[in-house]
């Protein structure tokens, strides 16, 4: 048995006495793509945030590259190895796709992937080296969402975590963002995807966690949820 590369235990979270997470469980080996599936508002985001050191935890364990993380700071989870694009996008609106992407760049010599440099990030996206000295603020939905998966590229992350990054985008730009994750799956890159589109993600991940009014309430692989209907449309609403 190898260790997980993330492991999060009986996870408990709450904005300020409103309880959101209520225990979630959950794990992300080393070259798995995962999914965290559910209903708008039941605690993906949170979760997201928990396991990024954005949000303290009110409960339980996470394990990150194996170190203790509940605790950390998000600087310093991300300096373990964590890649967030988080929902929004939240690209610098006043940097260049550029300074964007340079802001936050970290070499992991550790890393046994390929390292991601400047000019590799504008080969995997070549519609960011077109517009290298364009603000965040002047960039296309599809444009900043690129820009948000390259900056979390540059920091040589050893687990990616993209929460909605297909939200609000035009199928075909869509596309291009799942094809770029398969690209980064076949490379052997760890991820955890939330995404609202099931058929991709049932093409894309190893396996899935159903989460539901803060709770895990179902996990399994490609193939068990296809099977599953009854998960698909209690909890997925699909
Ligand atoms: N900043 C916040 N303050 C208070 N409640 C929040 C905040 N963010 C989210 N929530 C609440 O926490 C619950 C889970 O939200 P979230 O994790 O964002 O859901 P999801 O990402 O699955 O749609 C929801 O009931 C939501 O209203
Ligand atoms: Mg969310």
Same mark, same amino acid.
């Given at each position: 048995m190898t260790t997980p590369l993330l492991e999060l235990r009986q996870l408990r979270a709450a904005y300020g006495r409103a309880q959101v997470l209520f225990g979630i469980d959950l794990s992300v080996s080393m070259g798995e793509v995962v999914t965290l599936l559910g209903r708008n508002g039941m605690g993906r985001s949170t979760t997201v945030k928990c396991l990024s050191g954005l949000l303290p935890v009110t409960g339980g364990t996470m394990t990150f590259n194996q170190q203790r993380t509940e605790l950390l700071p998000s600087f310093e989870i991300a300096r373990l190895g964590l890649g967030l694009v988080p929902e929004g996008r939240q690209v610098f609106p006043n940097l260049t796709v550029k300074e964007n992407l340079v *802001?936050?760049? $970290?070499?992991?010599?550790? @890393?046994?992937?390929?390292?991601w440099t400047l000019a590799r990030v504008y080969r995997f996206f070549p519609r960011l080296q077109e517009r290298e000295n364009h603000l965040g603020s002047q960039l296309s939905?599809?444009?900043?969402?690129?820009? *948000?998966?390259? $900056?979390?590229?540059?920091? @040589?992350?050893?687990?990616?975590?993209?929460?909605?990054?297909?939200?609000?985008?035009?199928?075909?730009?869509?596309?291009?963002?799942?094809?770029?994750?398969?690209?980064l799956k076949a490379e052997g890159l760890s991820m955890m995807v939330?995404?609202?589109?099931?058929?991709?993600?049932?093409?894309?991940?190893?396996?899935h966690f159903v989460i539901e009014k803060g709770a895990i309430v179902w996990s399994g692989d490609s193939q068990a949820l296809r099977a599953n209907s009854t998960i698909v449309h209690e909890y997925l609403g699909v």
């Open positions: *802001a936050t760049a $970290r070499v992991r010599p550790n @890393n046994a992937l390929e390292p939905g599809g444009e900043q969402q690129m820009l *948000a998966i390259g $900056r979390a590229l540059m920091t @040589n992350p050893s687990l990616m975590v993209l929460d909605e990054a297909t939200e609000g985008l035009a199928p075909l730009i869509r596309a291009e963002i799942w094809q770029a994750l398969a690209g939330i995404d609202k589109n099931l058929k991709p993600l049932l093409e894309l991940a190893d396996r």
